[in-house]
Structures are given as C-alpha cells and as structure tokens.
T-cell receptor, first 112, second 110 residues
Framework: GENVEQHPSTLSVQEGDSAVIKCTYS??????FPWYKQELGKRPQLIID?????GEKKDQRIAVTLNKTAKHFSLHITETQPEDSAVYFC???????????FGKGTRLSVIA | NAGVTQTPKFRILKIGQSMTLQCAQD?????MYWYRQDPGMGLKLIYY???????DKGEVPNGYNVSRSTTEDFPLRLELAAPSQTSVYFC?????????FGQGTRLTVV
C-alpha cells in the first residue's frame, strides 16, 4: 500500500505571505493527489487535486505542483488570509485509484 | 442530497462493550470508507468497500468489522471496545476521485 509523508507538521505565516506544504509518496503507480482542508471540529473537505498527467494546477490563491519522478507534490497558498488557518492534509491512493491514504497533516496558522 | 450521514455524533462506551457506527450516503457512490482520526493526528484508513458485498482492510483494521449489504450503507462494528479505540471516526464516499466525508462520530472508551 501507499505511504504518504507530509511536512511541516506546523506552519505559521504572516497574513499576506505565502505558505508551502510538501508531501512525498511511495507508490509510483499512484496517479491522483488531492489536498483536503479541515477546520477545527469540522470534516475534511477537498480544496484542490491533481492527476499525474499534469505538473501544476491552480485555483485562485491555491496551487498544487507534482513531480512524478521525485514522487512528491506540494500545496502553495499565496496571499494568505486568517480564514486559511486550518489543518491541511495531502493524500494518495492506497490501492489503485481509491481509497486514499492521508499524510499526518499540517497545522497552518495565519497571523493577522 | 444529504451527502454522507453518520450516527451517532457522540458516544461513550465502557471497555468491552460493543457498538455499531452507522454511515449512509445518498449520492449513489460505489466506494465507501471508514477512517479514524486521533487527536492532533491524521486520518487512518480502517476499512473500505468498492461496492455492495465487497469490503477490504485498510491500514488499521484490527478491532473492527464492516459490512456492505447495500450501496447506501456501510456500518462499522466495534466488538470489544478498548481505550485505544477512543477517536473521531469519519465515514466517506466517492464515485471517481473526490471523497465526501460525514460529520464524524466522536467515540470515547472508558
């Protein structure tokens, strides 16, 4: 099965700065890499995902990059805002295309 | 659509008791999953199902059982509750890629 490592475990940034969270995965056959955001006491929700046939995907202030050769992918948040404060999880498929194995999470704090 | 619905939201169990966590989805998804999330930690896959009648173990299946008799329902059974099973349990479903999560069940074993 897949093994997903995520760094850093905590990240504090000033409002307006950028934040980058990195993940590595072990199964070279994995082809789908989502990022989930979990606010305190809430359920995880998908914020962006990428498939292995593209190297980068953007959605407003959020972007994900993928390096299949190195087996790592990253989440980039630009112009951070206080509402970006949450725990972010990367994931990769456990077996085939589903289900997902999650990284341990990154607690992002955006300081106003 | 209600999405993924979990019951109960909270439960306290005594050591050795058993219970079933219920999960239902109304999106006609084939895939359903159970995760547990320990305090300050990530999500660990317990069991998953790719369709009615098919279940498989995830990363941490010991102490749990599941069944999938219908597309909609995927209950998780704890037979002999132990303090190590204190956690928040999330059920999720998907059809292709995006997983939709239920609101979670907070279980405490004392």
């Amino acid at each position: 099965g897949e093994n997903v490592e995520q760094h850093p475990s905590t990240l504090s940034v000033q409002e307006g700065d950028s934040a980058v969270i990195k993940c590595t995965y072990s199964d070279s056959a994995s082809n789908y890499f989502p990022w989930y955001k979990q606010e305190l006491g809430k359920r995880p929700q998908l914020i962006i995902d990428i498939r292995s046939n593209v190297g980068e995907k953007k959605d407003q202030r959020i972007a994900v990059t993928l390096n299949k050769t190195a087996k790592h992918f990253s989440l980039h948040i630009t112009e951070t805002q206080p509402e970006d404060s949450a725990v972010y999880f990367c994931a990769a498929p456990f077996s085939g295309n589903t289900p997902l194995v999650f990284g341990k999470g990154t607690r992002l704090s955006v300081i106003a | 659509n209600a999405g993924v619905t979990q019951t109960p939201k909270f439960r306290i169990l005594k050591i050795g008791q058993s219970m079933t966590l219920q999960c239902a989805q109304d999106m006609n998804h084939n895939y359903m999953y159970w995760y547990r999330q320990d305090p300050g930690m990530g999500l660990k896959l317990i069991y998953y199902s790719v369709g009615a009648g098919i279940t498989d173990k995830g990363e941490v299946p010991n102490g749990y059982n599941v069944s999938r008799s219908t597309t909609e329902d995927f209950p998780l059974r704890l037979e002999l509750a132990a303090p190590s099973q204190t956690s928040v349990y999330f059920c999720a479903s998907s059809q292709t890629t995006e997983a939709f999560f239920g609101q979670g069940t907070r279980l405490t074993v004392v």
